[in-house]
Nanobody, 120 residues
Framework: QVQLVESGGGSAQPGESLSLSCKVSGTFFTPWAMAWFRQAPGQQRDLVATVRGGRTIYHDAVKGRFTASRDEEKNSIFLQMNNLRSEDTAVYFC???????????????WGQGTQVTVSA
């Protein structure tokens, strides 16, 4: 059974940094696409960044502040979040799949989510 286990996150003040990690286990295969999504209370789940086929795609709201990276040997994805803002507060999920579609429903496997809270 494929499992995605996230770590990192927590609380930070505006302008500070946090990092997230996610490791895929339970499979010998490397997903073509891995991604980070986030979901604030009462909001839809939005793509933050996805790394696929050598490309990285970011949501406009995090461009220049967040950096996503993958280590395919370790079947892991990372998210470095700098210059955090209060609007970055959400539960962050990692996801894995093999589709070119970047919508949440296109991803097959999900982590349990980790809370990121940004407040003064």
């Amino acid at each position: 059974q494929v499992q995605l286990v996230e770590s990192g996150g927590g609380s930070a003040q505006p302008g500070e940094s946090l990092s997230l990690s996610c490791k895929v286990s339970g499979t010998f295969f490397t997903p073509w696409a891995m991604a980070w999504f986030r979901q604030a209370p009462g909001q839809q789940r939005d793509l933050v960044a996805t790394v696929r086929g050598g490309r990285t795609i970011y949501h406009d709201a995090v461009k220049g502040r967040f950096t996503a990276s993958r280590d395919e040997e370790k079947n892991s994805i990372f998210l470095q979040m700098n210059n955090l803002r209060s609007e970055d507060t959400a539960v962050y999920f990692c996801a894995a799949g093999n589709s070119v579609d970047t919508r949440p429903e296109a991803f097959d496997s999900w982590g349990q989510g980790t809370q990121v809270t940004v407040s003064a």
